[in-house]
C-alpha cells in the first residue's frame, strides 16, 4: 500500500504502510502527532498524541500521560481521504515514516504555503 499526497494537480506517492503525521497547533504552538496506518479500507487512525491542552486540543477523557505526552485511541472507521490546510500560522504539516520526517514541501518539492492537501490511500 502506497499513501498518496495531493495538492493543485500534483500527487506524491510515498511508499509507507504507516506514517506518523505531525504538527503544531496554530494558537498554543504546542506539538500534535496522530500515528495512521494505510490499508485497503482506507486510512485508519490507530492513536492520537498531544504536549499539553488548550484553546480546542483537550485531550479526551481516556489519553493517559506518557513520557510528556497525552496519547489515546480514537474508535472511528478508516477515512477514504483526509484534507489538511495549512494555515501559515504554526508551521507546516510533517509526515513521518521510515526513520525520517519530511515537511510538505520537502515532498513536493517546493514551497506549499497555505495550499490544501489531499491524503489517500493510492490506487494501484
Request: aromatic content about 8%; some cysteine.
Amino acid at each position: 500500500m502506497s499513501l498518496c499526497l495531493a495538492s493543485a494537480g500534483v500527487v506524491k506517492a510515498l511508499a509507507l504502510a504507516s506514517f506518523t503525521l505531525a504538527w503544531s497547533h496554530s494558537v498554543e504552538k504546542t506539538a500534535w502527532q496522530e500515528d495512521w496506518r494505510v490499508t485497503p479500507d482506507g486510512l485508519e487512525l490507530a492513536q492520537a498524541r498531544v504536549k499539553g491542552s488548550g484553546a480546542g486540543m483537550e485531550p479526551p477523557p481516556e489519553a493517559r500521560l506518557v513520557d510528556g505526552w497525552f496519547q489515546w485511541q480514537p474508535q472511528r472507521a478508516p477515512l477514504s481521504r483526509l484534507v489538511l490546510a495549512n494555515s501559515g500560522a504554526a508551521g507546516e504539516w510533517r509526515v513521518c515514516g521510515d526513520g525520517q520526517c519530511r515537511t510538505l514541501s520537502e515532498i513536493f518539492g517546493h514551497d506549499i504555503g497555505v495550499a490544501t492537501i489531499t491524503m489517500s490511500v493510492c490506487n494501484e
